[in-house]
């Protein structure tokens, strides 16, 4: 689907034409939409950040410095996008589409792991937007702390505290919500790698 939408944009013909921004930029769809998928929990959602980014980065592609920050670049699009769109549903209120909902990671998972899935999404959702970046930036992304403080431009100390408070927040509501097992050590332990 992204494809389709990539070919009607403007200036889409440097994906056809064999530019090399354009093969990069496609190479990066897969991850970049997981990473979408991870800020907002929801495939919907994430499909339409995902294709406003590829919008933007390819009407604002002479802004793109040095080509193998293609992929910090283009996540710090989605983020001002998302940040953007956060903003705009506080200014206006929050409505829920029914059919959105189909979408949710929180009901897609299976019914045996709902509850586990359940939780970590909760969990996630009540993390600030830094500490939130920070986990997936790390957790699912692998960067190390200094790629992480060279692409959000904040010193690596910053990096390490707010890391280091977002695991502490998650721990602590995985908590709240199944005191009595061990699973949240195992959640927590996701983010925790690397």
């Given at each position: 689907?992204?494809?389709?939408?990539?070919?009607?944009?403007?200036?889409?013909?440097?994906?056809?034409?064999?530019d090399?921004?354009?093969?990069?930029?496609?190479?990066?769809?897969?991850?970049?939409?997981?990473?979408?998928?991870?800020?907002?929990?929801?495939?919907?959602?994430?499909?339409?950040?995902?294709?406003?980014?590829?919008?933007?980065?390819?009407?604002?592609?002479?802004?793109?410095?040095?080509?193998?920050?293609?992929f910090?670049?283009?996540?710090?699009?989605?983020h001002?996008?998302?940040?953007?769109?956060?903003?705009?549903?506080?200014?206006?209120?929050?409505?829920?589409?029914?059919?959105?909902?189909?979408?949710?990671?929180?009901?897609?998972?299976?019914?045996?792991?709902?509850?586990?899935?359940?939780?970590?999404?909760?969990?996630?959702?009540?993390?600030?937007?830094?500490?939130?970046?920070?986990?997936?930036?790390?957790?699912?992304?692998?960067?190390?702390?200094?790629?992480?403080?060279?692409?959000?431009?904040?010193?690596i100390?910053?990096?390490?505290?707010?890391?280091?408070?977002?695991?502490?927040?998650?721990?602590?509501?995985?908590?709240?919500?199944?005191?009595?097992?061990?699973?949240?050590?195992?959640?927590?332990?996701?983010?925790?790698?690397?």
């Amino acid at each position: 689907m992204i494809h389709q939408f990539i070919k009607g944009l403007p200036g889409a013909s440097v994906v056809r034409g064999g530019d090399a921004f354009g093969a990069d930029l496609l190479e990066a769809l897969p991850r970049l939409r997981r990473y979408a998928i991870a800020l907002v929990g929801d495939r919907s959602l994430a499909d339409d950040l995902v294709q406003d980014c590829v919008e933007r980065a390819l009407k604002n592609r002479a802004a793109l410095k040095d080509d193998r920050r293609l992929f910090g670049w283009l996540r710090t699009i989605v983020h001002n996008l998302y940040m953007d769109a956060l903003r705009e549903r506080r200014s206006r209120g929050t409505t829920v589409d029914l059919n959105e909902m189909a979408d949710s990671l929180s009901v897609s998972v299976a019914p045996s792991d709902r509850t586990m899935g359940l939780d970590f999404t909760r969990a996630m959702e009540h993390l600030s937007t830094d500490h939130r970046q920070i986990l997936l930036l790390i957790g699912l992304e692998g960067l190390s702390y200094r790629d992480v403080a060279a692409e959000l431009e904040i010193p690596i100390g910053t990096v390490m505290s707010r890391l280091a408070r977002a695991r502490e927040q998650l721990r602590m509501r995985l908590q709240h919500y199944e005191p009595a097992t061990g699973r949240d050590r195992a959640v927590v332990t996701l983010a925790e790698e690397k």
